[in-house]
């Protein structure tokens, strides 16, 4: 299984930015789809996580501001980044929970630097 992020760069304090990831090769049955991050010096963070069924969990600092969404079909996974803040600057990684013959996987992209300019 290969994710591919994109759609990081840098952005002014106040803008907004749209990241994707998409999921290819034996990816199973995907459940979870998400997004981490982690900036310079701090622990990764859950930032959102998209069900199947269309549920979702945001992480606190980022509630009001960022919106996961999800195309099953293309198996790809969208974070919309609005109202961004320095604080948002950081590495984001995309993270796909997938089943297979009963056993659990977790897969992570490569990471997409955002970067939030005062």
């Known amino acids: 299984v290969q994710l591919l992020a994109s759609g990081g760069g840098l952005v002014q304090v106040g803008g907004s930015l749209r990241v994707s990831c998409a999921a290819s090769?034996?990816?199973?049955?995907?459940?979870?789809m998400g997004w981490h991050r982690q900036a310079p010096g701090k622990e990764r963070e859950l930032v959102a996580v998209i069900r199947t069924d269309g549920t979702t969990n945001i992480g606190d600092s980022v509630k009001g501001r960022f919106t996961i969404s999800r195309d099953s079909a293309e198996n790809t996974v969208y974070l919309q980044m609005n109202s961004l803040k320095p604080e948002d600057t950081a590495v984001y990684y995309c993270?796909?929970?997938?089943?297979?013959?009963?056993?659990?996987?977790?897969?992570w992209g490569q990471g997409t630097l955002v970067t939030v300019s005062s």
């Open positions: 993270k796909v929970v997938t089943t297979r013959s009963f056993q659990r996987y977790e897969y």
């Open positions: 090769g034996s990816v199973g049955n995907i459940r979870d």
